[in-house]
């Protein structure tokens, strides 16, 4: 036991007779580690990008709902009226009339 730990150590399994086997396994051991440390890059940033694109469509919908509550406010009747009188135009007191066209046929 004492004396394989030793040639580990050393490294004789790498330039004994039989030392290709070993470094077809150590280079497949390196790529299946590479190949797995990119993915986590990967997967890491998508994470990252998710939680950019979440927190930018939560700032647009809030200011949709800003947009939406003064377009709200600016239809209201009372507003439009406010801002005629800042214009100088008043509401008429005579109320519409209906206006019928006749076809000559």
Known sequence: MKRSIYNILKGTFLV???AFKNWRMILFISVLAIVMIASSHSADRKVHLIAKLNNEV???RSAF????GKLMQLKKESTVEIKMKEKGIVLSE???TKIKVKSKN
């Open 94 to 96: 005579i109320p519409p």
């Open 16 to 18: 004994s007779d039989d």
């Open 58 to 60: 939560k700032e647009l």
């Open 65 to 68: 709902v800003e947009g939406r």
